[in-house]
């Protein structure tokens, strides 16, 4: 197939790619007022209707509220994905949006699972570390999250295996004391059953069907630092935007 160039997309289209960013990053928080549309119009050298367009795509995305008083970073019922932690980490320092918080359920070393031993690369009940967490905010359960990383970690950062909330969470304290960082990642959609030790945590009943998302993780060497499977909160919701 013969190369083709590559157009920039609509002005309107850059200005929401923006903002989006700057949100997903952390760089903008909840309840920050975004520019006026003026200031976005001037700033960006368009039409003030242009900078409108771009602002309505980011509201129509469930990104921000407008209101008389202005525009608002406003994420609404948007999932935070273990993926989005990570990046809110990186940029940010922190892998909470704000009003989230965490409580750690378990964390030990526990034989690995046929599904969790062929994730990680490793024989079936090999040691691995097991952390469990639930994450919530004010509307209640954003998602009952479980790691797996391999039982070596424990060697190198023993909190991993604690009850202990992890100021730079399992990204950070991995690639601290043991040089591997996650540089690649591939997301799984899917619906899963909810199994009894998860239902009491998510407030959904034994067997029913809720909206999973599965994460491997790979560092700089190709191997497999970390496979997590997410159950969301009821009411939630994910979302991802792309050029087309």
Same mark, same amino acid.
């Given at each position: 197939? $013969?190369?083709?160039?590559?157009?920039?997309?609509?002005?309107?289209?850059? /200005?929401?790619?923006?903002? %989006?960013?700057? /949100?997903?990053?952390?760089?903008l928080a909840a309840d920050v007022k975004l520019p006026s549309i003026a200031a976005i119009s001037e700033?960006?050298?368009?039409? =003030?209707?242009t900078a409108a367009k771009g602002i309505k795509q980011l509201q129509a995305e469930g990104y921000v509220r407008s209101s008389t008083q202005g525009t608002f970073v406003d994420l609404g $019922?948007?999932?935070?994905?273990?993926?989005? %932690?990570?990046?809110?980490?990186?940029?940010?320092? =922190?892998?909470f949006r704000p009003g989230e918080r965490v409580e750690i359920i378990s964390a030990g070393l526990v034989p690995a699972p046929v599904e969790v031993a062929e994730a990680l690369g490793l024989a079936?009940? $090999?040691?691995?570390?097991?952390?469990? %967490? %639930?994450?919530?905010d004010d509307d209640g359960v954003v998602a009952v999250s479980t790691s797996w990383l391999p039982g070596e970690f424990a060697d190198s950062a023993p909190e991993l295996i604690t009850l202990e909330p992890l100021p730079k969470m399992t990204f950070g304290l991995v690639e601290e004391r043991t040089g591997r960082r996650a540089?690649?990642?591939?997301?799984?959609?899917?619906?899963?059953?909810?199994?009894?030790?998860?239902?009491?945590?998510?407030d959904a009943p034994v067997g029913a069907l809720a909206l999973t998302m599965t994460n491997h993780y790979w560092d700089q060497h190709g191997s497999v630092t970390e496979y997590a499977i997410d159950f969301l909160g009821a009411d939630r919701h994910l979302s991802a935007e792309c050029d087309v």
């Open positions: 197939m $013969a190369p083709r160039v590559r157009r920039e997309p609509p002005p309107f289209v850059q /200005i929401a790619d923006h903002f %989006r960013q700057m /949100i997903i990053d952390g760089v700033e960006w050298g368009v039409a =003030t209707a $019922a948007k999932q935070t994905t273990g993926a989005d %932690r990570l990046q809110m980490l990186r940029v940010g320092g =922190t892998g079936e009940e $090999a040691s691995v570390i097991r952390r469990r %967490r %639930r994450y919530l540089v690649r990642r591939r997301d799984v959609v899917s619906l899963r059953p909810v199994s009894a030790e998860v239902a009491h945590l998510l």
